[in-house]
C-alpha cells in the first residue's frame, strides 16, 4: 500500500493568513487529490493536482482560494489563502494509481490536515 | 451525476449483534465502489472495495459487502459487531480512468455514525 505523509496534522491560524499543507507518498502515482471535510460533514473534493499543469478545481473552488502545485509523481501542496473561520475543516491528501504494484486501482488517503482559524 | 446515498444517519447495534449499513449510488456504468472507516480523530481506513467480478466483496475486519446492479446498491455487512467497530462509515463511488484502471476523484456519501450498545 501507499504511505501518505500529511504536513502539518494539525494547525491553529489567524484569519487573513495562508496555510500551505504538503502530501508526500512514499511510492510513483497517477492520481493525486485533496478533499475537504468540514466538521460533522462528509468529504468534499476541492480539486485533482495534475503534474505539471494547473489542477482541476470542482465547482465551488477556485485556484485564488486553494493554489495547489504538483511537481512531480510522489508530491503536491494545498494552501489554504486569506483564511477565515469558514475555513476550519480537515484537509486530506488522497492518491491512486500505484505505478509501482498492481494495487493501482485503490484510493488511499492520508491522516488529514486539521485546521481552526480563529 | 455521480452521487452516493446513505440514508441511514446514525445507527445502534448491540455489541454481537449483525449489521449492515445502507449505500445506493447513482452512476451511468458500472462503477468502482468503496466503503470506508473514520474512527474519531482518525484518517479514513479502506474497509472493502469493488471493481469487477465476485459480487460478494470480503473486507478487513470481518466485513463483507454485496453488488448488487439491479438495486444500484452496495450494503456493508458484519454477522456480530464489536465495541471497537463504533465508527463513522462512508460509502464512495469512482469511476476508473484509462490510466492502467487508477481510481478518478470519489464522491462520498454523507456517511453513518455507528454506535455499539453493550
Known amino acids: 500500500s501507499a504511505v501518505i505523509s500529511q504536513k502539518p496534522s494539525r494547525d491553529i491560524c489567524q484569519r487573513g493568513t495562508s496555510l500551505t499543507i504538503q502530501c508526500q507518498v512514499d511510492s510513483q502515482v497517477t492520481m493525486m487529490f485533496w478533499y475537504r471535510q468540514q466538521p460533522g460533514q462528509s468529504l468534499t473534493l476541492i480539486a485533482t493536482a495534475n503534474q505539471g499543469s494547473e489542477a482541476t478545481y470542482e465547482s465551488g473552488f477556485v485556484i485564488d482560494k486553494f493554489p495547489i502545485s504538483r511537481p512531480n509523481l510522489t508530491f503536491s501542496t494545498l494552501t489554504v489563502s486569506n483564511m477565515s473561520p469558514e475555513d476550519s475543516s480537515i484537509y486530506l491528501c488522497?492518491?491512486?494509481?500505484?505505478?509501482?504494484?498492481?494495487?493501482?486501482?485503490?484510493?488511499?488517503f492520508g491522516q488529514g490536515t486539521r485546521l481552526t482559524v480563529v | 451525476a455521480q452521487s452516493v446515498t446513505q440514508p441511514d444517519i446514525h445507527i445502534t447495534v448491540s455489541e454481537g449483534a449483525s449489521l449492515e449499513l445502507r449505500c445506493n449510488y447513482s452512476y451511468g456504468a458500472t462503477p468502482y465502489l468503496f466503503w470506508y472507516v473514520q474512527s474519531p480523530g482518525q484518517g479514513l481506513q479502506l474497509l472493502l472495495k469493488y471493481f469487477s467480478g465476485d459480487t460478494l466483496v470480503q473486507g478487513i475486519k470481518g466485513f463483507e459487502a454485496e453488488f448488487k446492479r439491479s438495486q444500484s446498491s452496495f450494503n456493508l455487512r458484519k454477522p456480530s459487531v464489536h465495541w471497537s467497530d463504533a465508527a463513522e462509515y462512508f460509502c464512495a463511488v469512482g469511476a476508473p480512468l484509462n490510466y492502467g484502471g487508477a481510481t478518478n476523484k470519489l464522491i462520498f456519501g454523507t456517511g453513518t455514525l455507528l454506535a455499539v450498545q453493550p
Open positions: 488522497s492518491v491512486s494509481g500505484l505505478r509501482s504494484t498492481l494495487m493501482n486501482t485503490e484510493a488511499f
